[in-house]
């Protein structure tokens, strides 16, 4: 294949994330049991194809403001595909399509930003060099993602020191998933123990994002204890 393009109207991109219902909730499948959002299927179709075609309607009258902000949410969610208007195709701006590389853009924990944000919508990145406490993480996490439309990175967990745990939100919900030993997984640079989890959204705050992770990191004496383990039920997903 020389390219995987989606098709997509830059005015529905947004709608499509909050979207809180199933697939098939929705209408969008005849499958009762897959219980993806929307905007989970729509991320991960992004992170798979390397071309975008905007799109308009016949049917919907256009929203140039809409568009744009649209526009500017794809640039944010995929920044390594070519955008480009299905009117008056240009073939030779299409991507060029590396199966690998777009099956290791979909794996759970995968951090990939743009080289710049601006508003209306920005993605805002953290890293922590410490474990960070279950319970205090897991308050932060519901904190933090609140706002953001796309969540996504890695965490490394007092009690679990040697398991990556994977952040995946999309929209509403927010999940987190064990993916194994840290030295199994090499790509994007993300093979070292540490925290670093990337937030994209149109009203974020630096600041506030910083404290909330920083403060989840454990104590000098925290460190010291052999006891720290999960004082609360870690949940594998969160709404």
């Known amino acids: 294949m020389d390219t995987v393009a989606l098709a997509a109207r830059p005015e529905d991109v947004e709608d499509q994330l909050w979207d809180h219902h199933t697939l098939f909730g929705s209408g969008y499948t005849a499958v ?3 219980s993806r959002t929307p905007g989970e299927f729509l991320v991960g179709e992004l992170l798979f194809a390397d071309t975008i075609l905007t799109t308009s309607s016949d049917l919907l009258p256009d929203d140039a403001a809409l568009s744009a902000r ?3 949410l794809l640039h944010e969610l995929a920044p390594h595909a070519h955008i480009v208007p299905s009117a008056g195709l240009d073939v030779a701006k299409l ?3 590396s199966t690998e590389q777009a099956r290791n853009r979909n794996l ?3 951090v990939i930003t743009p080289t710049s944000s601006s508003e209306p919508f920005r993605t805002v990145e953290h890293r922590v060099s410490r474990p960070l406490h279950p319970g205090r993480f897991q308050t932060a996490l519901g904190a933090i993602s609140v706002g953001c439309c796309f969540v ?3 965490v490394w967990i007092a009690g679990m020191l040697d398991s990556r745990v994977a952040v995946h939100g999309v929209g509403p919900r927010v999940s987190v998933e064990d993916r194994g030993p840290w030295g199994a997984y090499l790509l ?9 989890l990337a937030l994209t959204g149109d009203d ?3 600041d506030d994002i910083a404290g909330l992770l920083d403060a989840c990191a454990l104590t000098d004496e925290e460190l010291q204890s052999a006891r720290i383990g999960f004082p609360v039920p870690f949940p594998s997903e969160q709404h």
């Open 70 to 72: 649209g526009l500017h």
């Open 108 to 110: 759970p924990g995968v």
């Open 32 to 34: 009762p049991e897959d």
């Open 188 to 196: 994007q640079g993300e093979g070292c123990r540490g925290t670093h």
């Open 95 to 97: 991507g060029s399509h």
């Open 152 to 154: 996504r990175g890695s």
């Open 204 to 206: 974020l705050d630096d």
